[in-house]
T-cell receptor, first 118, second 116 residues
Framework: AQKITQTQPGMFVQEKEAVTLDCTYDTSDPSYGLFWYKQPSSGEMIFLIYQGSYDQQNATEGRYSLNFQKARKSANLVISASQLGDSAMYFCAMRESSRGSTLGRLYFGRGTQLTVWP | EAGVVQSPRYKIIEKKQPVAFWCNPISGHNTLYWYRQNLGQGPELLIRYENEEAVDDSQLPKDRFSAERLKGVDSTLKIQPAELGDSAVYLC??????????????FGEGSRLTVL
C-alpha cells in the first residue's frame, strides 16, 4: 500500500490566490512526522513545513500552512497569496518514528505540479 | 553555510558502463541518504547512513549498486554495470539526527543519469 497519496497530478492557480494541495497518508505508527517539499525545475528539494503527529495545532511557515486532519489521515498544504515563483513540483512525505530499521526513512508521494499564472 | 553538494550534475553513459556519483553533506550532519527519483515520481530511498554505517539499505539493488561513506562524511554511489532502467535523478540528502522525527532532510541538486 502506498504510504503517501497525492491525487492531484497538476494544479493551476492565479497569482495572489490561495491553493490547496492534497495529501493523504497511511500508517499504523502512532508517532510520525509529515513534511512538504518543493522541487523547482532546478531539481533541488526544498523543505517547506513540518507537522508532528502529536502536534495540537496546524503548522504554519509564512505563506505555507498545513491542514492536518489526523482522523482522516490528511495533511494538505495551503499556499496563500500565490506567487509566480511558487510554480514547482510539491511533494508530501512522511517519516515513521517507531519502526525499527526503517526509522528515519522518508516516504514521498508522487507529487503535484503547481502552475501559478499571472 | 554550504548546502549538500553533489557531482556530477549530469552524466550520459552507454548501458553496461560503470558510473559513480559523489556527495558531500552539510558539515556536522551525521545522517546521509541516497534517493533515486524516476521521471514523474517521488524520490525513493536507496540507502541511509548514520556516520559511516549503512543502517537502511534494504532497497539498494546490491547486484549492481554499491555505496560507501568513508570517515562518515563524503559518500559515493556506484552503479556497475548500468542498465537502461537506471536512468533517473540520484539525490543525496543529509540530516542532523535520524532519530529526531522533526529533523528535515536537506537535499542536493541531484545527479541526472541517462543510460543509452
Amino acid at each position: 500500500a502506498q504510504k503517501i497519496t497525492q491525487t492531484q497530478p497538476g494544479m493551476f492557480v492565479q497569482e495572489k490566490e490561495a491553493v490547496t494541495l492534497d495529501c493523504t497518508y497511511d500508517t499504523s505508527d502512532p508517532s510520525y512526522g509529515l513534511f512538504w517539499y518543493k522541487q523547482p525545475s532546478s531539481g533541488e528539494m526544498i523543505f517547506l513545513i513540518y507537522q508532528g503527529s502529536y502536534d495540537q495545532q496546524n503548522a504554519t511557515e509564512g505563506r505555507y500552512s498545513l491542514n492536518f486532519q489526523k482522523a482522516r489521515k490528511s495533511a494538505n498544504l495551503v499556499i496563500s497569496a500565490s506567487q509566480l515563483g511558487d510554480s514547482a513540483m510539491y511533494f508530501c512525505a512522511m517519516r515513521e518514528s517507531s519502526r525499527g530499521s526503517t526509522l528515519g526513512r522518508l516516504y514521498f508521494g508522487r507529487g503535484t505540479q503547481l502552475t501559478v499564472w499571472p | 553555510e554550504a548546502g549538500v553538494v553533489q557531482s556530477p550534475r549530469y552524466k550520459i553513459i552507454e548501458k553496461k558502463q560503470p558510473v559513480a556519483f559523489w556527495c558531500n553533506p552539510i558539515s556536522g550532519h551525521n545522517t546521509l541518504y541516497w534517493y533515486r527519483q524516476n521521471l514523474g515520481q517521488g524520490p525513493e530511498l536507496l540507502i541511509r547512513y548514520e556516520n559511516e554505517e549503512a543502517v537502511d539499505d534494504s532497497q539498494l539493488p546490491k547486484d549492481r549498486f554499491s555505496a560507501e561513506r568513508l570517515k562518515g562524511v563524503d559518500s559515493t554511489l556506484k552503479i556497475q554495470p548500468a542498465e537502461l532502467g537506471d536512468s533517473a535523478v540520484y539525490l543525496c540528502a543529509s540530516s542532523l539526527v535520524a532519530g529526531n522525527p522533526t529533523g528535515e532532510l536537506f537535499f542536493g541538486e541531484g545527479s541526472r543519469l541517462t543510460v543509452l
